[in-house]
DNA sequence: CTGAAAGCGCTTACAG
DNA sequence: CTGAAAGCGCTTACAG
């Protein structure tokens, strides 16, 4: 019956009362060495420290989480849209770099926009009973995680905030940016600009679509909706777009775009049609190779790294008991003139 | 002292107990009804489904791992080199998927290349007790698994083989390939053509080298030394080599890269000089955008998906009882012709 | 079919 | 300073 035998397939790991064994003391000084608590006879110590690397002991994460007064497994969650996009990757690797540091290992999911999976992944994740949770959530009522908070698990929201819940969010001013970016366009000369955007239901999208709005306002133009899409998901979707905005009667002589792959498939249009020195065009996010693009692209670029810095930091200290009144920071952007959004219309 | 009232400040979550007296039944019933197994009363069923539902019991994923018998984590973990980089993220990406569908969670790290990083990660892994480990190592010895191995925990190495250890890998051929692309430029009349790769100390890039000589042999072509560079591990630093080696008195006519930032690098020097139209270049990897440069990008194109979907299937697989001999999958590569690869010489 | 007891690998609270 | 006992939230093995 000792654990020194073998009765699996599976040879199974050492245990802290092997290596109390081993050391020839009890188990509650095998745990006072393991977690660096003072009062241990040095000679003791020693004989634990040694038998611990002869036997390669490892501490099992979960049976420490599970007796632990505070419960802490020390894992967290990190939902995002899709891992595999530049704007989730880059933050989620910056948050990987804070919990590292901290010895703490995370769970990433990714959500699709999807309010089923985001459901599900939360579950999953409080099942694995994560000490906190940075989430790009899908969904747009974030009342059930009500619950969870309740029970201690801190929940900062990354790029779009909290609905009908009180949490930490950090994100771009979307609104902002936007007619920043379209107010670049109209000091241009232009006076025909298109909108471009993802997915309406997004709150981003939204505001995105809003910030071009109020700029046209303030410079006194019309919203043509035919050069507004708001639904476009797809490369192939904006390119399609574009093509048919650009062979109308009324070409816009620019164009807004509010999401990375529309930029995408509105470059793809316009340079199918020759345009490129012709059309304006200011995409909303940076990305690798924008530069190397004939014109350069001009971007609204979001700063990413500080997002996800800022958010993994507010994590933490609220694990580590913070309890001081809700934030919500807003991390500025910032304009990059390239080339693509200074050509003058036609 | 009943789990109803709150000593901490954080609320405490339900517990299978709390479930049982509100059923009223035993702690026993509770567990047979949460694992489905089948005799079970139905209407004692239903009063505990009722408590679960009404409770909002979600079963405490450590304690589980801990009582098991297999000692099921239900996570795994994926180490890669960065998370940040488009080849990293999707294949995480890919892993996430078919890991969901399983109800399992995944622990992500990135490895950066740094051994010490890898040993780190992979110890933090063990402690969590993953049920298997997906890893594109940076390290060139992986003896120290061999006791998790024994423990149970299935490796599948992704990217890089295994070194000094029996394990399951998934890959491109990457000398192939090489040779491929290099023969490629051959065949459009090239007789000088440079080689830029990364950090020489990885597998990969040596034998993306190596794919580059035996092409030269092949072809009866001598190698320069001068136009070899296999230490470039930025974008600037590629920038660097590829534009020194433009300005020399016998320039390459065209370039093999053996890595994406590289091949962004080269791309600029090449621009810079306004010889994007003289100069052919073909790259290791593909990426996004690459065919809306101009002229468009040819490069040979790993099948990430692929390679992901392998790896995945093979860890569960394993996990799931799989003892036959461990397997090296070569994914094949794609020579994607877009026009900067069809460049002839001047 | 149902339940009381034991125990996974640790930390806690308490004696000595 | 050290250790024996209890217990975290579950599943297992075993009675009834």
Same mark, same amino acid.
């Given at each position: 019956?000792?654990?020194?035998?073998?009765?699996?397939?599976?040879?199974?790991?050492?245990?802290?009362?092997?290596?109390?064994?081993?050391?020839?003391?009890?188990?509650?000084?095998?745990?006072?060495?393991?977690n660096d608590e003072p009062t241990v006879n040095e000679e003791m110590a020693q004989r634990v420290q040694r038998a611990?690397?002869?036997?390669?002991?490892?501490?099992?994460?979960?049976?420490?989480?599970?007796?632990?007064?505070?419960?802490?497994?020390?894992?967290?969650?990190?939902?995002?849209?899709?891992?595999?996009?530049?704007?989730?990757?880059?933050?989620?690797?910056?948050?990987?770099?804070?919990?590292?540091?901290?010895?703490?290992?995370?769970?990433?999911?990714?959500?699709?926009?999807?309010?089923?999976?985001?459901?599900?992944?939360?579950?999953?994740?409080?099942?694995?009973?994560?000490?906190?949770?940075?989430?790009?959530?899908?969904?747009?009522?974030?009342?059930y995680l009500l619950r969870d908070q309740e029970a201690g698990v801190p929940f900062v929201f990354i790029d779009r905030?909290?609905?009908?819940?009180?949490?930490?969010?950090?994100?771009?001013?979307?609104?902002?940016?936007s007619a920043e970016a379209v107010t670049h366009l109209v000091n241009v000369g232009h006076r025909r600009i298109a909108?471009?955007?993802?997915?309406?239901?997004?709150?981003?999208?939204?505001?995105?679509?809003?910030?071009?709005?109020?700029?046209?306002?303030?410079?006194?133009?019309?919203?043509?909706?035919?050069?507004?899409?708001?639904?476009?998901?797809?490369?192939?979707?904006?390119?399609?777009?574009?093509?048919?905005? +650009? =062979?109308?009667?009324?070409? &816009?002589?620019?164009?807004?775009?509010? $999401?990375?792959? #529309? %930029? /995408? !498939?509105? @470059?793809? *249009?316009?340079?199918?049609?020759?345009?490129?020195?012709?059309?304006?065009?200011?995409?909303?996010?940076?990305?690798? +190779? =924008?530069?190397?693009?004939? &014109?350069?692209?001009?971007?609204?670029? $979001?700063?990413? #790294? %500080? /997002? !996800?810095? @800022?958010? *993994?930091?507010?994590?933490?200290?609220?694990?580590?008991?913070?309890?001081?009144?809700?934030?919500?920071?807003?991390?500025?952007?910032?304009?990059?003139?390239?080339?693509?959004?200074?050509?003058?219309?036609?």
């Open positions: 019956m000792s654990s020194g035998q073998r009765p699996d397939p599976q040879m199974s790991r050492p245990t802290m009362k092997d290596v109390a064994a081993l050391a020839r003391v009890s188990l509650k000084t095998v745990s006072r060495v393991i611990v690397k002869q036997l390669r002991f490892q501490p099992h994460a979960g049976a420490v989480a599970l007796r632990r007064r505070d419960r802490r497994s020390s894992t967290i969650g990190v939902l995002l849209e899709d891992l595999s996009n530049p704007f989730s990757a880059t933050i989620y690797r910056i948050i990987e770099e804070v919990a590292t540091e901290r010895g703490i290992s995370v769970l990433g999911g990714s959500l699709d926009e999807s309010t089923a999976r985001e459901h599900e992944l939360v579950t999953l994740m409080m099942r694995h009973r994560v000490d906190g949770v940075i989430i790009a959530p899908a969904s747009h009522d974030h009342q905030g909290p609905v009908l819940l009180k949490a930490d969010s950090v994100r771009s001013d979307s609104h902002k940016a909108y471009l955007g993802g997915d309406g239901s997004i709150a981003t999208s939204r505001e995105r679509h809003q910030g071009y709005m109020s700029a046209l306002k303030d410079a006194g133009l019309a919203v043509d909706e035919f050069i507004v899409a708001e639904d476009i998901v797809t490369i192939d979707g904006a390119y399609e777009r574009a093509t048919k905005m +650009l =062979a109308s009667e009324k070409p &816009p002589t620019a164009f807004f775009t509010g $999401q990375n792959l #529309v %930029t /995408i !498939g509105t @470059v793809q *249009a316009i340079r199918e049609m020759g345009k490129q020195r012709q059309i304006a065009l200011v995409g909303f996010d940076d990305f690798l +190779l =924008a530069d190397l693009l004939e &014109p350069a692209l001009t971007v609204v670029a $979001q700063d990413v #790294v %500080t /997002i !996800g810095k @800022v958010a *993994a930091r507010k994590l933490f200290a609220r694990i580590s008991g913070d309890v001081s009144p809700t934030t919500d920071e807003i991390i500025p952007t910032r304009l990059i003139v390239r080339g693509s959004g200074e050509i003058p219309p036609s």
